[in-house]
């Protein structure tokens, strides 16, 4: 168990979250040309989860909301292609012309990653959880004050 508070080990966590955070979106959307999807995402943001329940700064809730939805995801979008004549798990590409950024081009598979992302996530919650995750970020909360003694 970690017995001490680091406040700059804490620090560097928050700052470096939102760039993780970044690079796994990132990972997600590009990964259908690129290196990289639903599953490299999910683990990105499973260390991002991971190291923020070892500093403290959030305890590890939502695994089976998060695995029982991505998996609901993935399902109906596995089966829908059935629902109109096509195969399972067929792809259907998208493209529109939006103002902004132009020509934007996505398919079925996108929906089917996230669904991935949300297991992984789900899976690295819930491995965090059985292994006293929320106890280390309770014990983690608990900060010495300047006289030695722990806050509640």
Not at 123 to 133: K, P, R, S, W
Request: net charge negative.
């Amino acid at each position: 168990m970690i017995d001490s508070y680091s406040p700059v080990t804490r620090l560097g966590i928050q700052v470096a979250s939102p760039f993780a955070i970044m690079v796994g979106v990132y990972l997600l959307f590009a990964g259908h040309n690129n290196p990289g999807g639903g599953f490299a995402a999910g683990l990105v943001f499973g260390a991002v989860i991971t190291l923020r329940v070892l500093v403290g700064l959030q305890e590890p809730n939502g695994a089976t909301e998060l695995v029982a939805g991505g998996t609901l995801l993935m399902v109906i979008v596995s089966i829908a292609p059935l629902l109109w004549g096509g195969v399972l798990l067929d792809q259907q590409v998208i493209e529109a012309e939006l103002p902004v950024l132009g020509k934007v081009k996505t398919g079925s598979a996108l929906p089917f990653d996230i669904g991935v992302t949300a297991v992984v996530i789900g899976v690295v919650i819930a491995l965090l959880d059985g292994l006293g995750g929320t106890e280390l970020a309770k014990s983690m909360n608990q900060q010495p004050t300047a006289d030695g003694e722990e806050s509640p």
